[in-house]
T-cell receptor
């Protein structure tokens, strides 16, 4: 069974602070996605990374895929209250269909004004 | 393009009943996957359909089933509902061509079993 360990589970910070969320596994993933989910809604895709060592930036968000494709991180610079939500990492383990995602447990981020 | 749509958005059932949930994928997407989300277990994969065939199945009992139609729309069915089936059921679609790694999720159907 391929597992994704996401940390921390909860993060409560003040507006303007920086933060990093980690997603780790003992298995190799052929691709990894980060999603953000609002209460009662479906996850919204933020980014897909497929190459080991890849770094992608989306405004104040920076995503990195580990060289060995076993881990990933999401870094938010100068967090804003609008960043509040549940952040999920999800990956396709090697050899499985792209239609089957394994999810981390998620990080609930609260940014206080 | 319109996103993934799911109906109904909310549903209340009682134990022992059965339920059918519907999902319409993004136009042109032929793969549809279903997930169950609960506070305790997080998001768990139920099954994937591609061109009307089930490609993958997660570790759920046989009470959970699904199908896909020729227009790629998909339904999932849960029979003999149990209290523990209360969850947000999410459908996701993906393109089988470029960007095939990425799934796009619908808003979900919130099922409450009483």
């Amino acid at each position: 069974t391929q597992l994704l360990e996401q940390s921390p589970q909860f993060l409560s910070i003040q507006e303007g602070e920086n933060l990093t969320v980690y997603c780790n596994s003992s298995s190799v993933f052929s691709s990894l996605q980060w999603y953000r989910q609002e209460p009662g809604e479906g996850p919204v895709l933020l980014v897909t990374v497929v190459t080991g060592g890849e770094v992608k930036k989306l405004k104040r968000l920076t995503f990195q895929f580990g060289d060995a494709r076993k881990d990933s991180s999401l870094h938010i610079t100068a967090a804003q209250p609008g960043d509040t939500g549940l952040y999920l990492c999800a990956g396709h383990a090697g050899g499985t269909s792209y239609g089957k995602l394994t999810f981390g447990q998620g990080t609930i981020l609260t940014v206080h004004p | 393009k319109a996103g993934v749509t799911q109906t109904p958005r909310y549903l209340i059932k009682t134990r022992g009943q059965q339920v059918t949930l519907s999902c319409s994928p993004i136009s042109g997407h032929r793969s549809v996957s279903w997930y169950q989300q609960t506070p305790g277990q997080g998001l768990q994969f139920l099954f994937e359909y591609f061109s009307e065939t089930q490609r993958n199945k997660g570790n759920f009992p046989g009470r959970f089933s699904g199908r896909q139609f020729s227009n790629s729309r998909s339904e999932m069915n849960v029979s003999t509902l149990e209290l523990g089936d209360s969850a947000l059921y999410l459908c996701a679609s993906r393109d089988s061509g470029g960007g095939k790694e990425t799934q796009y999720f619908g808003p979900g159907t919130r099922l409450l079993v009483l």
